[in-house]
């Protein structure tokens, strides 16, 4: 058996199309939507992912400012950007590239923005709606991932959803995501005692680690649907997931590719999420305006 191979990069394609037409009718209205990125130092992926996130902006319509500021910036100058976007009323959507230097608090750093900005999903506030079933921004990787489940029809009731990888970016919001669609969840992390028993288990295996190919195939249920998050280089330089693609695929019945699965999701919901904050900040000026 070979699995069907989920097509990210389409569904983010028609994704992004339905965002550029809300983008217009908003325009209409006055308001062009607008994020903007902050990345702090040099590195090489995270400036990668900021121009694609940019270069995304700018297609679909919406306007999107990059502010870099060098590796050594404080703290407390990183916050005072942060704060001027907080009112800076044609920013809508703010978001700070991760990971930070390390001689910063990245929870203080996310806890400063304005969470009705905060795109990511992140904030403290934002994750305790997202636990509590009222989310106002589910954060993009795993609203992206559901969005993928959906659109394959693959229903979450009552399946089995394991999760390898325990981050607040991806594998705990996740989880609430999976748990409040139905599924029954596991989340497993690097202290997981024989993973392999716990991923056979899956009707639906979301990997998210950052190890290159530690999923293998023997470690899939036959049948199961697999989610590679991971997008790592190996020793050739050729981009991979954290699922090893080619014995995986034998056992599952989908599997998202890397390149083309995942990563064009989590830029599509990124901008899904600042379209939504313009609306509803559009919304409430507009009540505003009534009373
Ligand atoms: N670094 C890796 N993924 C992400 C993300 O989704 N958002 C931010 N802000 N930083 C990241």
């Known amino acids: 058996m070979s699995a069907r191979i989920i097509d990210g990069k389409t569904l983010a394609d028609s994704v992004k199309a339905d965002v550029a037409v809300r983008v217009q009718q908003l325009k209409q209205q006055g308001v062009v939507p607008g994020l ?10 995270s400036q990668v992912y900021v121009r694609n996130k940019a270069a995304a902006c700018e297609k679909a319509g919406l306007h999107s400012s ?19 976007l907080n009112n800076d009323n044609a920013v809508h959507g703010i978001l700070v590239q991760l990971p930070l230097p390390g001689h910063m608090n990245s929870a203080r750093v996310i806890e400063t923005i304005d969470a009705r900005k905060d795109v990511d999903g992140f ?15 589910r954060p993009c990787t795993p609203y992206g991932i559901m969005k993928m489940l959906e659109s394959e029809n693959v229903s979450l009731w009552g399946a089995e959803v394991v999760i390898v990888g325990a981050s ?13 669609a139905g599924a029954t969840v596991t989340l ?40 590679d998050v991971g997008i790592n280089r190996n020793e050739h330089g050729k981009l991979v997931g954290d699922v ?4 995986a695929k034998e056992v ?7 390149p083309g699965g995942v990563g064009p999701m989590t830029i599509a919901m990124l901008l899904v ?9 559009q919304q409430s000026a507009a009540s505003a305006a009534t009373v």
């Open 123 to 137: 904030h403290i506030s934002n994750a305790g709606l997202l636990m509590t079933g009222q989310p106002l921004f």
């Open 66 to 84: 990059v502010i870099r500021l060098h590796a050594d910036v404080t703290e407390e100058q990183l916050l005072d950007e942060v704060r001027k």
């Open 244 to 247: 090893d693609f080619a014995s």
């Open 168 to 180: 607040n970016i991806v594998g705990k919001p996740m989880a609430m995501l999976t748990l409040a």
């Open 273 to 281: 999420n600042t379209l939504e904050a313009a609306e509803r900040s």
């Open 188 to 227: 497993c992390n690097s202290k997981t005692r024989d993973l392999g028993a716990q991923t056979r288990r899956a009707d639906v295996l979301i990997v998210a680690t950052g190890k290159p190919g530690m999923v293998t195939g023997s470690m899939i249920k036959p049948g199961a649907v697999v989610i």
């Open 252 to 258: 599952a019945s989908a599997i998202t590719p890397v």
């Open 36 to 45: 903007a990125v902050v990345l702090v130092g040099d590195d090489p992926a």
